[in-house]
Structure formats: C-alpha cells, structure tokens
C-alpha cells in the first residue's frame, strides 16, 4: 500500500470567481495553477501539486485585492468629481 499524503486543495472554484468577478489575467493565471495541482498530484510529483496549490491561492488572491483596489480607486475619482461638480453648482 502506498503512503500518499493527503491532496492539495486546488482552489478552482475561487479561481474561476476571481476570475469572472475581478480580475481576469490574474484569474486565467490562477485557473492555470488550478488545472495543474490534480494532474501533479496524479501523477506522485506531491511537491509539484502543492506549489501549484499555493500559487493558485496566491494569484486568486491577487485578482480579488486587484479588482478591489479598482473599485476603491473608481469610487475616489468618481466621488471627488461629483463633489467638485456640487459645490460648483454644475451638477
């Protein structure tokens, strides 16, 4: 009987909302590394399927604090225009 150790999680799931919902290179990147941890895993590279886990993790990540850090910076501009546009009276 073989001793695998137990199997990385691929984060898929978060990849492809990161990807659809935020940020879509990050996302694709993340969706790549996703694909990779089973087939790594499948095939006894345990190491190889565990660092595509974490980068699947990590680029998810990426994506959502990218698509965040957009939106913050969507709502400051759009925000600091319509006050300037209220306190001049041009709204």
């Not at 978060?14 to 969706?31: N, W």
């Not at 990540?61 to 698509?67: D, E, S, T």
Request: glycine share 4%; with cysteine.
């Amino acid at each position: 009987m073989e001793n695998k150790p137990e199997k990385p999680k691929n984060y898929l799931v978060l990849a492809i909302i990161s990807t659809v919902l935020c940020c879509l290179p990050a996302g694709i990147v993340s969706i790549v590394y996703a694909s990779k941890v089973d087939s790594a895993y499948a095939m006894g590279e345990y190491e190889r399927a565990e660092k595509a886990s974490k980068n699947a993790k990590t680029w998810a990540i990426v994506a959502i604090a990218a698509a965040v850090l957009f939106l913050i910076i969507y709502i400051a501009i759009f925000g600091f225009a319509f006050f300037a546009a209220l306190s001049n009276g041009n709204y």
